[in-house]
């Protein structure tokens, strides 16, 4: 009988695709993928380390295991940034862990799980722990990547130089790398093969990508030249890296969505001087006009932290005035989660979590308003949707607008859902939420992708 594995991923869509190849690598070794933990041989926790609730779930969950593997022969791995972070308090925490890898060398699975002996009982065997920095690139030992689904991921960057003074990825991920374009065409291309119609490119510090003479735009031109992908996305995006090629791709490049998730963090100047993001807020606001110059119904997101070390009343202000200004489609926003070993966990002007709770209620109310607005803006209008995802009911099919919000459409049976998977179709949306757009599909106009946005502009 095949070896069953069952990744759990969490944090940030560069972990989804790291879950993603983590499969490529061990289905090379029989491995398929199992539907939960219980029907798991080699159960992985592919985790994130970016706010400290994140890394302790990783240990609830761990705990959970330890009751399945007290009953069964199960392996258990944890991979990702808490791996990378924490390797050895993991080891001493849950002695039960076979084997800890992190984000640069999972491509050595197959040796790991080799090694490790499974067990029955409550602590494994063969404890290894890697999280080195390898020289090599685990890119260069990567199988054929496979599409898991219509939308996928492609990690083009990763790592960060960046340091901004609240943020653990520059020691979690390491310097800032750009994969060969070549590599990444060749990739794109196996995965539109294998049925992608989307590619989202990551990085940590996407737009920083320089492995192409042109930078992200060249990268971006070159991939619009695919025949079968219809869709380019990109995330995530530093404000200083945002160059006028980039820019000018979001006019010129009909398969380049109109959305972008461009983080600001804070709206004061001197917040984010602390934060050591080396740009002001109308840095920001400039991009943002730039862009709207460039693709005038482009969608905006960004990632906001509340309650950074000295924030006062005055700089939170501030942060609700750019909110105004910019008019988002969709935001993230945090409160600040101090990390062990950066600049801003050491400072002695931590904002009192009271304060950093009633700040952070008052940005997502009003975020939550921009985005009801924005999507209340498509009731009426025809959008073209890339279905991708089943929906709760067997009937239900689920996809994304150019502009990433969801959308839900029931069809007349399940059948129909089945034919709709993976395909562009106009629809009319119905009915919007905070968080979805309901629909119905439009009869088909033929009408390309571009015209269908045109409409949805109107
Ligand atoms: N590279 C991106 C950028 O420059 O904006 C961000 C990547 S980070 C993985 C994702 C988001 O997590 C950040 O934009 C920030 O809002 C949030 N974040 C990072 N460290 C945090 C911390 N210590 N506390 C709260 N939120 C944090
Ligand atoms: Fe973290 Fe992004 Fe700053 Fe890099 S640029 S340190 S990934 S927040």
Do not use: W
């Not at 917040?271 to 482009?298: C, F, G, S």
């Not at 997101?301 to 969709?330: K, N």
């Amino acid at each position: 009988m095949a070896k069953k594995v069952f990744i759990k991923s969490y944090g940030c869509q560069m972990n989804v695709y790291d879950s993603a190849r983590m499969g490529d690598v061990l289905a090379q070794e029989g491995y398929i993928a199992a539907d939960a933990p219980a029907d798991a041989d080699l159960v992985i926790l592919n985790t994130c380390h970016i706010r400290e609730k994140a890394a302790e779930k990783v240990y609830s969950e761990l705990g959970r295991l330890r009751a399945l593997k007290e009953s069964r022969m199960l392996m258990i791995a944890v991979a990702g940034c808490v791996a990378q972070a924490e390797g050895e308090e993991i080891m001493r925490r849950a002695p039960y862990v076979d084997f800890v890898v992190g984000p640069q060398n999972y491509h050595q699975l197959p040796r790991l799980v080799a090694n490790a002996t499974p067990s029955n009982k409550s602590l494994g065997f063969a404890h290894a722990i890697n999280t080195d920095f390898p020289a090599e690139s685990k890119f260069d030992f990567l199988p054929e990547a496979r599409a898991n689904g219509p939308a996928v991921f492609l990690t083009i960057q990763e790592g960060c130089d960046k340091f901004c003074s609240f943020c653990v990825v520059p020691y979690t991920r390491g310097v800032e790398f750009s994969r060969p374009a070549s590599a990444i065409l060749e990739e794109a291309r196996q995965l539109t093969n294998g049925g992608a119609v989307e590619i989202t490119l990551l990085g940590q510090n996407v737009n920083a990508y320089h492995g192409d003479d042109g930078g992200l735009a060249g990268l971006i031109l070159k991939l619009s030249e695919i025949g079968g992908l219809d869709r380019i996305r990109y995330t995530t995006s530093h404000p200083r890296d945002m160059d006028k090629n980039l820019i000018a791709a979001h006019g010129n490049v009909s398969k380049l969505m109109p959305h972008l998730h461009l983080p600001v963090q804070s709206g004061s100047d001197a917040t984010l001087a602390r934060m050591n993001r080396q740009h002001v807020a109308d840095d920001y606001l400039r991009i943002i006009d730039k862009l709207r110059a460039a693709r005038p119904d482009i969608a905006l997101s960004s990632d906001f932290i509340v309650g950074y070390p000295g924030e006062t009343d005055a700089d939170f202000e501030s942060t609700l005035e750019l909110v105004d200004a910019v008019g988002y489609a969709q935001a993230y926003s945090f409160k600040y989660s101090k990390r062990p070993g950066t600049p801003a966990s050491d400072r002695d002007d931590q904002v009192p979590e009271q304060v950093k709770s009633d700040r952070l209620e008052a940005l997502q109310n009003l975020l939550n308003r921009q985005q009801l607005e924005f999507n209340k803006g498509f009731v009426g209008k025809v959008v073209p949707v890339l279905f991708e995802r089943r929906g709760k009911l067997p009937q239900q099919i689920a996809g994304r607008t150019p502009y990433m919000q969801a959308v839900h459409v029931d069809c007349e049976n399940t059948d129909m859902a089945d034919h709709y998977f993976g395909k562009i179709l106009p629809i009319r949306i119905f009915d919007a939420f905070a968080n979805s757009l309901a629909g119905i599909i439009e009869t088909p106009t033929g009408q390309g992708e571009e015209n269908l946005m045109e409409r949805s502009r109107g």
